[in-house]
């Protein structure tokens, strides 16, 4: 199946992002750090975002609009009381250019929707949250994570219909876990 070969194909990248963000977390001390890892990623998922739409939507993939957006991010910022940052530039993120890159792309996105709800446990133990404000995009889809995953999978493998196609998906998924570790280096 073509979701375990990329899986295997982006381990490395995988092990080494979340790797960095363990290690921002554990460094926590303030609402200020929370709302500084926001904005990292505000910047960049929210402009890999507009690339990715370009490319997916409802037609290509049925539940699109049902999915995470970016905008979640941004409720949390404000919810913080904080100001929403700009979004990362074009050389920041890996090139989006057909719909297949897009699928790579969407697939580091939607996964990281598996690592949220560790992430939102983390940000709990090391600061004090109430009612976990500030946390929606990180606590994903909830007890639909799993299910929606899988359904993003199922979307996947169908999309991806020559080893060729594969082999692209592939590229771009760790081309924006690369581009995205580098930003989070910023
Ligand atoms: C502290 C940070 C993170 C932790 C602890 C974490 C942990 C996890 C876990 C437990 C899984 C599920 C593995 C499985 O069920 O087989 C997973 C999957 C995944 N995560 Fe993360 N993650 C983190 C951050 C991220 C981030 C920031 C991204 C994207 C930028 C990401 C992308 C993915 C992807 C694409 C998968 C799916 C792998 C597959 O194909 O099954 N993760 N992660």
């Not at 699928?103 to 009612?131: C, P, R, W």
């Not at 979307?155 to 760790?174: C, G, K, Y």
Request: glycine share 6%; net charge negative.
């Amino acid at each position: 199946m073509f979701t375990d070969h990329i899986k295997e194909a982006t381990l490395k990248n995988h092990q080494q992002t979340e790797k960095v963000l363990i290690g921002k977390m554990k460094a926590m001390r303030s609402q200020q750090d929370y709302i500084n890892l926001l904005n990292l990623f505000y910047g960049y998922f929210g402009a890999l975002e507009l690339h990715i739409e370009r490319y997916i939507n409802a037609s290509n993939l049925a539940d699109y609009e049902d999915r995470r957006k970016t905008s979640a991010i941004a409720d949390d910022i404000t919810a913080l009381g904080a100001i929403i940052p700009a979004l990362a530039a074009d050389d920041k993120l890996p090139v989006i250019d057909n719909y297949l890159k897009a699928f790579g792309a969407l697939y580091v996105i939607e996964g990281s929707t598996l690592g949220g709800k560790i992430i939102s446990k983390m940000i709990q133990q090391h600061l004090h949250v109430e009612d976990g404000r500030g946390l929606s995009f990180f606590n994903s889809y909830g007890k639909h994570t799993e299910q929606m995953w899988a359904g993003f999978k199922e979307i996947l493998n169908d999309v991806a219909m020559s080893p060729e196609d594969e082999e692209i998906i592939t590229r771009a998924a760790n081309q924006t876990f690369a581009k995205f570790e580098a930003w989070l280096a910023n």
